[in-house]
């Protein structure tokens, strides 16, 4: 019986490549399904047989602890220097998408706290 090994849903596409090249060079059978058009499922990767799930999930652990570190590394070296995303950067790139997404939070609260603010 099919085994879900990976939900690919917000997973980016770099990762779900390295899995499936992972999965390729231990030899383990798999197979993918994809994402729904209208986004009720986001696709998987499933092992194919029930003799593959353990060594499957042994691998995902050790290449999942190994991104991680990979992944916090690059961050690390990113904000050293100083070119890692922050509120500011961003502010810098898309001043009107940042300005726009605020006056929207803005009036939301506004909205919301009007009847709370209002003397009878």
Not at 46 to 60: F, K, N, V
Not at 61 to 67: F, K, L, N, S, V
């Amino acid at each position: 019986m099919a085994h879900m090994l990976l939900n690919l849903r917000h997973v980016p596409e770099d990762e779900a490549r390295e899995v499936r090249d992972l999965l390729n060079e231990h030899q383990l059978l798999f197979y993918e399904t994809e994402p729904s058009l209208w986004g009720i499922s986001a696709g998987a990767i499933w092992l194919s047989r029930d003799e593959d799930i353990a060594p499957a999930r042994e691998l995902m652990a050790e290449y999942q602890r190994e991104r991680s570190e990979r992944k916090r590394a690059e961050y690390r070296e990113e904000v050293e220097a100083g070119t890692a995303a922050s509120f500011g950067s961003r502010i810098k790139q898309h001043p009107i998408g940042v300005l726009a997404t605020l006056v929207l939070v803005g009036g939301l609260l506004f909205i919301t706290l009007v009847p709370f603010l209002t003397i009878a």
